[in-house]
């Protein structure tokens, strides 16, 4: 077997180390807004129910607890618009990213097979296409758009398909017919789609739908697997609670091989899920606050003479001064705020940059009035 240093990419984030030394500088602080992750307390209901479950002594299972299961199903239909959804349609997993980086694997995808996924896109779909040594191939969302109907990609050999909208990096939103398209592509050519939802409560500008939804499914789930996380919605990044949704033959087989794997979620994580799915003032109370942030953010950034592209969901703004990525970092490092190079997500994002509102009320709004004096010259 290959090392792994020859199968997964170079980890990105380590090239940044130098930008975060020059923001760190600063003489009132960094302002990191490189990195998606909540900063906001985690919901006393939800803390609540995870120390009501801290003594579990015994082993969790895979499947979860009936009233996860009940909680998941009801959630599904509830948000997403789905109908008569069971518990074979549901599966907790150990955090989305967990999942994304092992699914190829899980599904026996292989050497020889092809995993496609976003141009533009999160790293992980490409690790979990060369962890399972299959080809990743790279393809534009637009293939789906109004008269594409997925024309660019090559059917041969591909075994997974991943969506992902909300989009990370970009914000981009796909609408139901362009979801639709790619469901109809998808199962025409035998392939499975999976569709990367964590995102899907974050919409702004735009109202993200599922592809769990009837009208973009045909009130059928059938080689269709979506992917949802409690991490941004809940603020429960470090619980690692995620679920999938979806095809009740392929959730199946996964249980089986989690179960083999001891893939469990842990108990009170299990209680604190159920409490966070069933309460929605929390959501839209956090919604409130990412929602001031990006409108602070946003201002500050088309001000001084960025252009932002997409970003209509997400926790991102999606940002641009027409110039390499790099550039732009090492400019907004100057100003003690950190980004991240929109090539992180491939090269299509060479010339933008990726501005998180995960920071804080008190770090974005010291951001604003820095970006208010304008970008250093080069």
Not at 136 to 156: C, I, K, Q, R, S
Not at 273 to 295: F, I, K, N, P
């Amino acid at each position: 077997m290959p090392p792994v240093s020859a199968r997964l990419p170079v980890f990105p984030w380590d090239r940044l180390e130098p930008y975060k030394a020059t923001a760190a500088a600063h003489p009132d602080g960094i302002v990191d807004l490189s990195v998606g992750t909540p900063v906001d307390p985690v919901p006393e209901l939800i803390r609540e129910a995870l120390t009501g479950a801290a003594d579990s002594p015994g082993y969790p299972t895979v499947w979860g607890t009936a009233a996860l299961r009940d909680a998941l199903t009801g959630w599904v239909e509830r948000r997403l618009g789905a109908t008569d959804v069971d518990h074979t349609q549901v599966l907790p997993v150990v955090g989305s990213k967990e999942l994304v980086a092992s699914l190829p694997a899980q599904l026996g995808i292989g050497p020889g097979d092809r995993v496609a996924f976003p141009r533009l896109a999160y790293p992980t779909y490409e690790v979990g296409a060369r962890l399972a040594g299959a080809e990743p191939v790279p393809y534009d969302p637009e293939t789906f758009a109004a008269g594409a109907a997925g024309t660019e990609l090559d059917p041969a050999g591909l075994k997974l398909l991943w969506l992902n909208s909300p989009s990370n990096p970009t914000g981009r939103v796909m609408d139901k017919d362009e979801l639709r398209a790619a469901v109809t592509w998808a199962r025409e050519h035998g392939v499975l789609l999976a569709s990367d939802e964590c995102y899907l409560e974050l919409g702004w500008d735009a109202d993200p739908v599922s592809v769990l939804h009837p009208e973009v499914s045909g009130g059928s789930f059938e080689g269709l697997v979506a992917v949802h996380s409690l991490s941004k919605r809940s603020n429960l990044a470090g619980y690692r609670a995620a679920f999938l949704a979806g095809d009740a033959a392929v959730l199946g087989e996964l249980l089986k091989i989690r179960k083999h794997g001891g893939m469990m979620v842990p108990a009170p994580v299990q209680a604190a899920t159920v409490a966070a799915l069933g309460d929605d003032a929390h959501v839209a109370e956090q919604r409130e606050r990412y929602a001031r942030r990006r409108s602070a953010l946003r201002e500050a950034l088309e001000g001084c003479g960025f252009r932002i592209e997409h970003s209509e969901a997400s926790l991102y703004l999606w940002a641009t001064r027409d110039e390499p990525c790099w550039d732009t970092v090492g400019a907004l490092a100057e100003l003690g705020i950190l980004v991240a190079p929109g090539d992180f997500y491939g090269p299509a994002g060479e010339r933008n940059v990726r501005v998180a509102f995960t920071a804080t009320d008190e770090r974005v709004a010291a951001a604003a009035r820095r970006l208010g004096g304008g970008l250093p010259k080069a």
